[in-house]
């Protein structure tokens, strides 16, 4: 089960910090988010694997930082800087790969960022 939580609505500027966790103990090999504005495809914001190796969207230009805790399972997505496109809906999203390759998704978080 995938639980996310701290989408909300900010002023253009501003800070919001998302959170994922997972339940049970498995190894995960990627966590991260993506997002989906309306009437866009889905695109990825930020990514980390068990090795810590950072992946972003091009968008992001240093504004997020994604982080996580493996031994918890979680992992949170500090935005800065915030845009009115930063609009959308959030999706965290998992990896694993044993026993076998599989991905979660989270039920999405909205985020909402006024001009």
């Known amino acids: 089960q995938v639980m996310e939580s701290g989408g909300g609505l900010v002023q253009a500027g501003g800070s919001l910090r998302l959170s994922c966790s997972a339940s049970?103990?498995?190894?995960?090999?990627?966590m991260g988010w993506y997002r989906q504005a309306p009437g866009k495809q889905r695109e990825l914001v930020a990514h980390?694997?068990?090795?810590?190796?950072?992946n972003y969207g091009e968008f992001v230009k240093d504004r997020f930082i994604i982080s996580r805790d493996s031994t918890k399972n979680t992992v949170s997505l500090q935005m800065n800087s915030l845009k009115p496109e930063d609009t959308g809906v959030y999706y965290c999203?998992?990896?694993?790969?044993?026993?076998?390759?599989?991905?979660?998704w989270g039920q999405g978080t909205q985020v909402t960022v006024s001009s």
């Open positions: 999203h998992l990896v694993k790969v044993w026993p076998a390759y599989r991905e979660y």
């Open positions: 049970g103990n498995t190894f995960i090999k990627t």
């Open positions: 980390i694997t068990s090795d810590s190796i950072t």
